[in-house]
């Protein structure tokens, strides 16, 4: 289980061709059992490289590694190891869909992957007891729909999803941004925990304090990106 970047880059796409490039030959890596901690100031690329390293979205040169396996910009990626990677957004509310209850939320991966049709929480009970213990969700909230719980709780749900079909690699983009100290610490150690299972786990925050207690690895953004010397 790893994550590997080498080389990375990308540049921006859109009206103005003077934004120039973001991200120039990033290098990063995060072994099995690792938390790597990515900090940066807004606007500097952060989320930008946590897309790509999620393969979300190609880069203009580089290479992503998932477990050893190298993906290049614009090489086809096996649903297997897009499933393989999961991914938690900075705003849950942004993230989830606001028709679908919280048990709903949390089986969409295992749907999609059976090719289900329409939500089926009741055909993952078992899986959806363990991952609402997991992301210490309390389960009496699992009935309700995004609008009907705090950040907090509905952030606890969109990790309970990230970890649905167990990934290898565990990528959290300001999974903590406005929650107070004691969901932070709680949700912090989650992801954690995900490491200590054996997960590749890299998180961006702009709480380096808080981040620091559970990272073995804390990386600037600004000391592997070229672009942000040039």
Do not use: W
């Amino acid at each position: 289980m790893s994550l590997e970047l080498r080389g990375v880059s990308f540049t921006h796409r859109g009206a103005d061709p003077a934004a120039g490039r973001l991200l120039d030959g990033v290098d990063l890596s995060v072994g099995s059992g690792e938390v790597t901690g990515l900090s940066a100031p807004s606007g500097a690329g952060k989320s930008t490289l946590l897309r790509l390293a999620a393969l979300m979205v190609p880069a203009d040169s580089g290479t992503v590694l998932i477990n050893g396996r190298g993906f290049a910009s614009g090489a086809t990626v096996p649903r297997a190891v897009r499933q393989s990677v999961g991914m938690v957004l900075q705003s849950p509310r942004a993230a989830a869909d606001p028709r679908l209850r919280l048990d709903a939320l949390v089986c969409a991966p295992l749907d999609f992957r059976d090719g289900a049709l329409r939500p089926r929480p009741r055909h993952h009970a078992e899986r959806l007891a363990e991952l609402t213990e997991l992301a210490q969700l309390d389960a009496a909230l699992l009935h309700r729909y995004p609008h009907e719980v705090s950040d907090g709780q509905l952030q606890r749900a969109m990790v309970a999803r990230a970890l649905a079909l167990d990934p290898d690699v565990l990528i959290c983009d300001e999974p903590t941004a406005q929650l107070d100290a004691e969901t932070t610490a709680a949700i912090l150690g989650v992801l954690a925990d995900c490491a200590a299972a054996g997960a590749a786990v890299l998180i961006a925050s702009h709480d380096r304090a808080a981040l620091s207690r559970v990272a073995d690895t804390m990386v600037d953004l600004s000391q592997i990106n070229h672009a942000s010397s040039a």
